[in-house]
């Protein structure tokens, strides 16, 4: 786990735990995510907040006006306020994933990506998530994604396990067979 990462847990770990004793976490959740994706977006905002030469106190105070037209609540405005002051604002995506995964946790929720090589039925989709829920023994969210490169099945990968139902797996595993018997 990268520094950034790290910090960006510790952050997410104090935030949740006050969102929580507040029961705001959705709430928390859904803002900071905003926060985080508008300052993606514009690189002149990236550039302010980034540069050395503006002192932490002004990006404070530029997050302070921007928060009279934007509501937040008080415990997302505190935060960000304090990742100005503290110059931890680069880690925000960091907290907004740790931050995820802390939610995640608490619900019993796995998160995961399904790729296929065609578009999977609904009743596959239900299926699989069946499958992956027994198997982790908790509550799966998946995305689906189509991937040219297989050349047939799927390949899903969800929290720590991988599930590779693919034909290239497949194949594999009959060369193995044939080449143990052969032996």
């Keep these: 786990m ?40 514009d690189p002149q905002i990236q550039t302010f907040l980034s540069s050395p030469l503006v002192r932490p106190l002004e990006k404070e105070k530029a997050f302070s006006e921007a928060f009279k037209t934007v509501h937040v609540n008080e415990l997302v405005k505190n935060f960000v306020l304090l990742l100005a ?14 931050f995820q995964s802390l939610a995640d946790e ?3 929720v796995v998160r995961g990506t399904v790729r296929s090589t065609t ?36 390949v899903a990968e969800v929290g720590s396990y991988t599930f590779d139902d693919s034909l290239a797996s497949h194949l594999k595993r009959m060369n193995e067979q044939l080449t143990q018997r052969n032996q």
């Design 2 to 41: 990268s520094t950034s990462s790290q910090i960006g847990m510790r952050y997410a770990d104090a935030l949740y735990q006050l969102a929580s004793e507040k029961n705001l976490q959705d709430e928390t959740y859904k803002q900071i995510c905003s926060i985080a994706e508008a300052l993606d977006l």
């Design 85 to 98: 002051r503290k110059q931890r604002l680069p880690v925000i995506n960091d907290v907004v994933s740790a």
């Design 106 to 108: 608490k619900h019993g």
């Design 119 to 154: 578009v999977l039925a609904p009743e596959e989709r239900k299926r699989l998530e069946e499958t992956v829920n027994r198997v982790t023994k908790k509550n799966a969210i998946l995305s689906y994604k189509e991937d040219p490169q297989l050349l047939g099945g799927l």
